[in-house]
């Protein structure tokens, strides 16, 4: 079973940058596809990125794309979501998702394993 553990999270004022890594326990590009999500309170948990096991092609929330960037670390067995131009209402906590698909998709349910998740907090 893979194990995933989210960090970097923060406070940070409105259009800053935060850079949240996802360690895994095992090598997981060849075996899964990832993905990031994030839940604010209140409010279902819903997908922001995903990058397939080929890791050619990445897929974006339509509330992110331009400003948020998923990649791996190779060397290091991590999956990063840099986080540029941050806004309150990216205000959330941020889950690291691994799916034995190819490609996980953008619902919750393409995931098999997931973190415990990382506080990311924008002001105004």
């Known amino acids: 079973q893979v194990q995933l553990v989210e960090s970097g999270g923060g406070l940070v004022q409105a259009g800053g940058s935060l850079r949240l890594s996802c360690a895994a326990s095992?090598?997981?590009?060849?075996?899964?596809?990832m993905g990031w999500f994030r839940q604010a309170p209140g409010k279902e948990r819903e997908f922001v990125a995903a990058l397939p096991w080929s890791g050619v092609s990445t897929y974006y929330a339509d509330s992110v794309k331009g400003r948020f960037t998923i990649s791996r670390d190779i060397a290091n067995n991590l999956i990063i979501l840099q986080s540029n131009s941050l806004k309150p209402e990216d205000t959330a906590v941020y889950y690291c998702?691994?799916?034995?698909?190819?490609?996980?998709?953008?619902?919750?349910?393409?995931?098999?394993?997931w973190g415990q998740g990382t506080q990311v907090t924008v002001s105004s």
């Open positions: 095992e090598r997981t590009f060849s075996r899964y596809s």
């Open positions: 998702a691994a799916s034995r698909r190819f490609y996980g998709g953008t619902a919750t349910g393409g995931y098999d394993y």
